[in-house]
């Protein structure tokens, strides 16, 4: 993908300008990383969630992002970031890292298969991976009125972001490889996308908006 360029509803990245600085994830996702891990932030953007783990939970943090500006922007905030795509076996050794996130970005890769099998490979404890869930409740109504569920889409139009895979926590789980793993934990943010779903517990695929998944990679003793 040479001279790929990151344009989402108009707004691409910035060298000196963060491009969203919060999402409801991150507060859940510093709580789960460990403090001083080594972090690999896969498709790591412009750096905002990188540098949060830097600043307060002390990481030494890597990324790979496809856009030169969000890779430029990722070093000047301290986040060894290299442009790289994400469908391609990752540059680095097997387990290199304490632990791999990918935010709210396997439902833009073109192999999200192949994405989730470097994470595992490069990861020695812990892979996180955020998505949007698309059989959320809401989305299924829109979906019945004929209207593609727009509120997935961050606030974007269907024609002006990058998402291209579609697909709902069942659906993730189905992943080929993810076969025989099953998740330490999953959490679920609630329908305002702001905390987290207590329905979610009896009824995750219906009541999760966005979804976040953990899973050991630490090999089980005998």
């Known amino acids: 993908m040479k001279g790929y360029r990151f344009d989402e509803h108009g707004k691409g990245y910035a060298v000196g300008k963060t491009l969203q600085s919060y999402r409801p994830q991150f507060s859940i996702l510093l709580s789960l990383i460990p403090k001083q891990s080594k972090v690999l932030d ?111 889409l961050f606030g974007h139009k269907w024609w002006n972001t990058r998402m291209i895979k579609f697909f709902s926590l069942k659906d993730f789980l189905q992943l080929p490889v993810l076969k025989g793993k099953k998740p330490q934990k999953i959490i679920c943010i609630n329908w305002r996308n702001r905390k987290i779903s207590q329905l979610s517990k009896l009824f995750p695929n219906l009541f999760a908006r966005s979804c976040i998944l953990i899973y050991t990679t630490i090999p089980s003793s005998p």
């Open 42 to 152: 896969v498709a790591c953007g412009d750096g905002v969630l990188g540098e949060k783990l830097i600043k307060e939970n002390n990481c030494s943090v890597f990324g790979i992002d496809l856009d030169a500006i969000g890779v430029k922007e990722s070093r000047r905030k301290g986040i060894k970031a290299k442009q790289w795509d994400a469908n391609q076996k990752f540059p680095y050794p097997s387990k290199s890292f304490d632990v791999v996130v990918c935010n709210d970005s396997l439902e833009c890769m073109e192999n999200p298969n192949i994405v989730v099998s470097e994470m595992f490979r490069v990861s020695k404890n812990t892979v996180i991976v955020t998505f949007p869930n698309f059989g959320f409740w809401v989305y299924r109504i829109q979906m019945l009125f004929g209207i593609f569920p727009y509120l997935s």
